[in-house]
Nanobody, 125 residues
Framework: VQLQASGGGLVQPGGSLRLSCAVS????????MGWFRQAPGKERDFVAA????????LYADSVKGRFTISRDNAKNTVYLQMNSLKPEDTAVYYC???????????????????WGQGTQVTVSS
């Protein structure tokens, strides 16, 4: 399974970006999908996750109400719409694919079997 993240860039505070994660090699519907981020000098943190059918969606408290995760299984792509961006959202964003069936594991990096290469998001004026 290969994951290709894209859509990062430089944006001013209060702006928006939409990240995409294209999956190839296996069908997307087989996996829970998640987004994580890693700021310089910090650990990789959970951002959002979505179940195979989109029936369960989880967000980190820091992004609730601002970020929206979605998936299009027909296009084998997962999205992260990021609105009202803040400087503290600056990080490399990674998408992951997990074979887990346990909802409580969605925020855990160890639950993810495959990772994309990351895309840089910089929020600065």
């Amino acid at each position: 399974v290969q994951l290709q993240a894209s859509g990062g860039g430089l944006v001013q505070p209060g702006g928006s970006l939409r990240l995409s994660c294209a999956v190839s090699g296996r069908t997307l519907r087989n996996y829970v999908m998640g987004w994580f981020r890693q700021a310089p000098g910090k650990e990789r943190d959970f951002v959002a996750a979505i179940s195979r059918s989109s029936s369960t969606i989880l967000y980190a408290d820091s992004v609730k109400g601002r970020f929206t995760i979605s998936r299009d299984n027909a296009k084998n792509t997962v999205y992260l719409q990021m609105n009202s961006l803040k400087p503290e959202d600056t990080a490399v964003y990674y998408c992951g694919a997990a074979a887990t069936a346990i909802t409580s594991s969605y925020p855990l990096q160890t639950a993810y079997n495959y990772w994309g290469q990351g895309t840089q998001v910089t929020v600065s004026s």
